[in-house]
């Protein structure tokens, strides 16, 4: 069983960046593909980016590709979400996500457990 809390989120003017934080625990957090979804008011949970169990590899929605890094820190089981040249469409609340995994998965449903969620509200 792995339990997910995120942090970082907040109020940020357009343009600017925040760097959102998941902390994990629960055993084998290194074996854990990793991913950040969000949801927006009024709008379905879409996939944000995710990073592979080794850190090696990442895959980003074309949204905020160029925009966006996943990070990971293993020895701190903590991956991390780089948000950089935030838009107003980015506002949402921030979700991340782990599954047990050799590759990167992109869908919800593949994902096991969730957070609760941070909030990223991005003014004009």
């Known amino acids: 069983q792995v339990q997910l809390v995120e942090s970082g989120g907040g109020l940020v003017q357009a343009g600017g960046s925040l760097r959102l934080s998941c902390t994990a625990s629960?055993?084998?957090?290194?074996?854990?593909?990793l991913a950040w979804f969000r949801q927006a008011p009024g709008k379905e949970r879409e996939f944000v980016g995710a990073?592979?169990?080794?850190?090696?590899?990442?895959e980003y929605h074309d949204s905020v590709k160029g925009r966006f890094t996943i990070s990971r820190d293993n020895a701190k089981n903590t991956v991390y979400l780089q948000m950089n040249s935030l838009k107003p469409e980015d506002t949402a609340d921030y979700y991340c996500?782990?599954?047990?995994?050799?590759?990167?998965?992109?869908?919800?449903?593949?994902?096991?457990?969730w957070g609760q969620g941070t909030q990223v509200t991005v003014s004009s």
């Open positions: 629960g055993p084998s957090f290194n074996r854990y593909a």
């Open positions: 990073i592979s169990w080794t850190g090696g590899s990442a």
């Open positions: 996500a782990a599954r047990m995994s050799f590759v990167i998965p992109v869908q919800i449903y593949e994902y096991e457990y």
